[in-house]
C-alpha cells in the first residue's frame, strides 16, 4: 500500500488532519492565502527563428557650406549662372544703355550680355512684386533712370535783327533758306548743326549763306557785331582770324563767282566774310574749353552766330 500524505491547515505535510488542497485552504487564524501573481513580459524564446530586422539609415549632417579658397571671392550668385560682360565705348553723342542710364559720347558701356540669366526689369519699371514701403520682402524695387540730358539751347532769348527792306527776290528766298522770322538760323539750320556733330561739316558753309548774310544785314551792323565777337578771341585765335580775312580778301573773285546774285557789293559781301569768320573761330576756341554736357564745336558755331544776330547786347 503507498505512503500517503497530507497537508494541515498551515499546509505543511501531515500525517493526519491533512486535505489535498493544501494551499488553498484558510489559515489558522481563518483568512485566505494571498494570491502571488507575477507579471512576466512576453519574451522570444531562447531559440526560435524570428523575422529579420533592419537597422534604420542613418541620417546625415546638415552640410556646412564651405568657405571660399584663400584669395578668392565667394560667389553670390546662388543660382551659379555666368555673367559674361564685355565692355564697349557709347556711339558719339551718347546713348542708352541696357542698364537704362544715358551714357555721354566715348564713355564705356556695359553691353549687359548675361548668359543664361533673365532679363532685367525695363527702366522705370518695378522688379519686384508687392506694394510695401519698407524694406522688408514685398517692398518694391524701382529701377531709376537717368534721363537724357536736354540738349543746350542754340538760340538766344529775345530776338535777332530784322532783315533790311529793300532785298531782291533771290535774296528774299537766301533770307527764307537760313533765317527764320524771329531773325536766327531757322528750325532746319539747327537741326543739321546737331547732325553735323564736331567732326561734321556746318551747313552755313558755303557762299549761299555769305550771300545771304551780306544782303540781310547793313553794313554797320556787321562791322560792329564782328568787333565784338574780336574782343572775346585770344591771341591766337585772333591770329587764325586776320589769316583766314587775308586768305579771303584774295579769292574774293572766285567767292564772289559762288555767290547767287543778290545784289551786293564786294564791300558788303567782304564784310560778310569777316563776320562769319569772326563767329567761326570764336566758336573754336568756345569748343576748346568744352565741358561734360557741353555744345560740341558745330554745336558752337550756330550759338555764337545767333548770338552775333541777336537784338540784345547781351550774350552768354
Known sequence: MARRYTRDNRGRFASVGATARGGRLRTA?????????ERIAGRKPAGTIGTKRTAKP????????T????GEAKPRNKTGKKVDIQLRRAKPGGEYGPDGHWYPGGSFINPGKYVGAKPAAGAGQASASGSG???GRDAVTRIIKNKEPAPRPLTPPGRGLNAQKGMNKTAQKLNQEFFSSSGFLNGNMERSF???GSNGRAPIDNTR????????????????RTAAALKQLDKQQRRYYIQD???????????RFGVPRVGASDRQLLNAIRFDTAARNLAGQRA???RRGARNSSEEYAWVTNAMLSSSRKRK
Do not use: I
Not at 58 to 65: D, I, M, Y
Not at 67 to 70: G, I, M, N, V
Open 67 to 70: 568657405r571660399a579658397p584663400r
Open 209 to 224: 549763306y555769305l550771300g545771304a548774310l551780306a544782303s540781310r544785314l547793313p553794313e554797320r551792323e556787321m562791322r560792329s
Open 194 to 196: 546737331r547732325q553735323a
Open 245 to 255: 580775312v587775308q586768305d579771303a580778301r584774295r579769292n574774293l573773285e572766285m567767292t
Open 58 to 65: 542613418a541620417v546625415p549632417p546638415t552640410q556646412k557650406s
Open 29 to 37: 487564524a481563518g483568512n485566505k492565502r494571498a494570491t502571488v501573481t
Open 288 to 290: 576748346m574749353r568744352r
Open 133 to 135: 514701403k519698407g524694406g
